[in-house]
């Protein structure tokens, strides 16, 4: 696992994030995790050994965007806990909630948070559109955040209903995103949320491309 904590902490500096060796640690014993529990459900795409130290590393773009101070983080449609459980080893002192409608998926993230000993994070087995009915969670996180899951008009009608005021809704996309936006611009004016910044980064290695799209919602 030697060669792996060397990837790990070679591409998060690659895009200029430096990682702890407990943070290295614990991305190791997440890799181990979906390594194992991917043989009996289809969590990630495994086509080459990069390819869980790339959704890592991914998942870590976002850093930039959000301050490690106690706030609520709400991830979406989360699959595999990216890129909420990587935020989490990185940010510590985030609330983090993973959202995700297989229950399946969901028995695998309850499995990881307790063999990583993470606190402060917690996995909702449900759908977001059934979510939004209940108030304890209606403009209950400070950040909504999604990483492919969802098309932009999509997630922005959903997220918006989660997030508080003053807040920020960060989407994770790929090459394709300016098309989504563009699409999107109807509903961007249908709802109190602003796009603040577009942030375009080259994956490490790979050389994939991802957009990062966050937007601010207004007071009321």
């Not at 290295?24 to 495994?46: A, F, G, P, R, T």
């Not at 990216?82 to 935020?87: A, N, R």
Request: net charge positive.
């Amino acid at each position: 696992m030697e060669k792996l904590k060397d990837i790990i902490s070679t591409t998060s500096g690659d895009i200029g994030i430096t990682l702890t060796a407990r943070e290295i640690d614990l991305l190791v014993e997440y890799y181990k995790e979906l390594l194992l529990w991917n043989k009996k459900m289809s969590l990630v795409s495994i086509k080459s050994p990069l390819d869980i130290p790339k959704h890592f590393i991914d998942s870590l773009t976002v850093t930039k965007f959000i301050k490690n101070e106690p706030s609520k983080l709400l991830d979406v449609g989360t699959g595999a806990g990216l890129p909420g459980i990587p935020l989490k080893i990185k940010m510590e002192a985030l609330n983090v909630t993973l959202l995700d409608s297989s229950r399946k998926k969901t028995s695998f993230l309850k499995s990881v948070i307790r063999k990583l000993d993470l606190r402060d994070i917690s996995v909702i087995n449900g759908r977001a559109e059934s979510l939004i009915h209940e108030k304890e969670y209606k403009g209950g996180f400070d950040i909504v955040i999604s990483r492919a899951a969802f098309k932009i008009p999509d997630f922005l009608t959903l997220g918006e209903q989660f997030l508080s005021d003053g807040g920020t809704l960060i989407a994770m996309k790929g090459k394709n995103a300016n098309d989504e936006l563009e699409r999107a611009a109807g509903t961007i004016r249908k709802t109190r949320l602003e796009l603040t910044c577009v942030h375009e980064i080259k994956l490490p290695v790979t050389g994939e491309l991802r957009k990062i799209l966050c937007f601010h919602k207004n007071l009321s």
